[in-house]
């Protein structure tokens, strides 16, 4: 009985062990200014697909300066192939990133614009937004001012994210019709 109780212990333990491992291979990261799922991605080598699946993002190119992303999703699928105490470690580490989703959805509801973006326009904007700027709000070149480096003049003065997103997704409405008419348009002629 002792010997069974001896085994029964060192399981527990050694799973426990692995519950830990598991979780501490979970890297988050917080975004900075100028940050996209894209850029974030390339750089801790995984992709966005998994990035929106292990934060559960509903638009991969809304992400908010301070946010917490979980980068290399290990977490997850290494936590399911273990015992009820690695359960348990899985389920505190989802509910640690549920709190900076719904507050993504609070302030995605309080920033959108009057534009419909689909699937394809979205990755099409991102794309550009890429293209242009590296997805930095702050990046300057000449007159051609942001994320989407529009002319000075069009952004009136007020630099900020939500009148960049407004203003770009004005333009290009009204230029090229979509954002992936844009982007074919940049493909042609390296401007858009």
């Not at 099409?124 to 937004?129: L, T």
């Amino acid at each position: 009985m002792k010997m069974k109780n001896v085994l029964l212990s060192t399981a527990a333990a050694a799973s426990s062990l692995f519950a830990i491992g598991a979780t501490a291979q979970a890297a988050t990261i917080t975004v900075k200014a100028g940050d996209t799922v894209s850029a974030i991605a390339n750089e801790n080598n995984t992709t966005i697909s998994a990035i929106e699946k292990a934060n559960q993002l509903k638009n991969v190119n809304l992400i908010f300066v301070g946010q917490q992303l979980e980068v290399n999703g290990t977490s997850n699928t290494a936590t399911t192939q273990s015992t009820t105490t690695t359960t348990t470690q899985s389920s505190q580490t989802t509910q640690s990133y549920s709190a900076p989703a719904a507050k993504t959805q609070t302030q995605a509801a309080t920033t959108t614009s009057n534009y419909s973006n689909n699937g394809s326009d979205s990755s099409a904007k991102a794309w550009i937004a890429n293209k242009e700027s590296g997805g930095s709000y702050s990046a300057t070149n000449g007159q051609y001012i942001g994320k989407y480096q529009l002319s000075a003049s069009y952004l009136g003065g007020d630099y900020s994210a939500a009148n960049q997103e407004r203003v770009a997704d004005s333009y290009v409405s009204s230029r090229y019709g979509s954002w992936s008419a844009a982007k074919a348009h940049w493909i042609s002629n390296g401007w858009y």
